[in-house]
């Protein structure tokens, strides 16, 4: 087995720990970007439908349209550059993804017709789900083994902390001018913390440098102490992993989450308006939701070093379920408050296991690929807010969509009771 030397040829003359494992400047950028793409989320949108309907006119379901087909372009897109982030690495593709949300955040605050803010609105979520959440992902996902879990966590605090802050900066600004200076500001938001951070620290895989996943050395094996490296992970490709059962459950699971999820986030804040909360307390549900899930995550990710992520799949699945029947009989504000804690955890967990479902069980070899193959069939995933809000505009309310999302929560619970790990079959030179 080769000798790989931890020190080696510099990566990045702006990273200042140089005795540091190098791995955790690449989940520095990753929390970065993941703060700053929140504007192309369903949660900071719904602050903005209430403004927008009222000033433009526009219907609950053409808001949501520009969700959806920007989810649905990201997902095709996805297939792409997912081979990039595995081939040249997420640098470029976080860089460039970022600099297309913040021109689309620039172009919202001009809209005037639906299919400006389609167009707009759609190359934000795209690039937000192509390049910054696929392309950190996997940045993350292959600098880490051992310590994946945690890692991956460490960048769902930057996304939900950006849910969580993100409200307080926006809301203000509506206020005191309107909806169009705050996606102004937005644009100058997402440059600064999406395109400069990647542009600076992500790089592909530490084996480029030669180094190791969680920064661990080769020695010669059988050693008393060897550490277990990157070899102890199994590697599948993905024509191997797309034939077993489990990968296509993982894939059933991970279309149905934003299915449920990405529209509750977009719609809850209106729902809460439209039962005559006061739209100061229905938008604070928003950062609570976010609150929760930003301090449930870490914790989670921590769990999941020890727990195989099936088990935590299906917790995460629990969760959602209990806070979505919570949310159907919610009226009052502290009954809003209740849901939006334990869907905020739902959503913390949401942020680890997505990712490790892919990586823990078929390896970081090829991640991007697989990752990049399963996206085109979570097509239907977008169609949940824009199912939510044609709901709402033909009948006045969201029971029935959230009844139906309860529905699709114990379908995403029973496929990961079925999804149990693989076993790779051996093969003999």
């Known amino acids: 087995m080769a000798d790989l030397r931890t020190a080696q040829k510099p990566i990045s003359r702006a990273w200042p720990f140089k005795r540091a494992f190098y791995g955790w400047a690449v989940v520095i950028a990753s929390i970065s970007a993941s703060f700053g793409e929140v504007p192309a989320f369903g949660p900071i949108l719904g602050i903005f439908m209430k403004p927008m309907e009222d000033e433009l006119g526009w219907s609950r379901a053409t808001i949501a349209a520009g969700f959806t087909i920007g989810s649905l372009v990201g997902s095709l897109a996805s297939m792409v550059v997912g081979r990039m982030a595995d081939r040249f690495g997420a640098r470029f593709v976080v860089a460039v993804a970022g600099l297309l949300i913040s021109s689309a955040m620039l172009a919202i605050s001009l809209v005037q017709e639906p299919w400006q803010f389609w167009a707009s609105f759609g190359v ?38 950006g849910q969580w802050l993100m409200p307080l900066l926006i809301y203000p600004v509506m206020t005191a001018w309107d909806w169009r200076t705050a996606f102004l500001m937005l644009s100058g938001i997402t440059f600064l913390l999406i395109v400069v951070p990647s542009l600076v620290y992500l790089r592909r895989q530490p084996e480029d440098y030669g180094l190791l996943p969680d920064g661990e050395t080769v020695v010669a094996p059988g050693g008393p102490g060897a550490p277990v490296t990157h070899a102890a992970e199994v590697q599948w490709p993905l ?37 005559g909360m006061d739209n100061l307390l229905a938008v604070s549900i928003l950062p609570i939701f976010a609150f929760s899930a930003m301090v449930s995550v870490f914790p989670m990710g921590m769990l999941l070093e020890r727990l195989h992520v099936r088990y935590g799949a299906m917790l995460q699945a629990g969760v959602l379920i209990v806070s979505l029947l919570v949310l159907l009989v919610a009226d009052e504000y502290w009954e809003a408050v209740v849901f939006a804690v334990l869907f905020g955890v739902a959503a913390g967990m949401r942020n680890i296991v997505e990712t490790l479902l892919l990586a823990n069980y078929f390896g970081r070899g090829s991640l991007g690929a697989i990752k990049g193959f399963s996206a085109p069939f979570r097509m239907i995933s977008p169609m949940g807010p824009l199912f939510a809000g044609f709901v709402y505009d033909v009948s006045g309310s969201y029971q029935t969509a959230f009844i139906t999302f309860v529905g699709v929560a114990f379908v995403m619970l029973f496929s990961m009771l079925a999804a149990t790990p693989p076993v790779r079959p051996t093969t003999h030179e």
């Open 124 to 161: 934000a979520r795209a690039a937000a789900v192509a390049g910054v959440e696929l392309g950190t992902a996997v940045a993350v996902s292959k600098w880490f083994y051992r310590k994946r879990a945690r890692t991956l966590a460490l960048k769902g605090v930057g996304q939900r902390g």
């Open 239 to 275: 024509k191997e992993a797309r034939r077993t059962r489990a990968f296509w459950l993982i894939v059933v699971f991970t279309l149905c989450t934003p299915f449920v999820q990405g529209a509750t986030n977009l719609h809850m804040v209106a729902n809460f308006q439209d039962k």
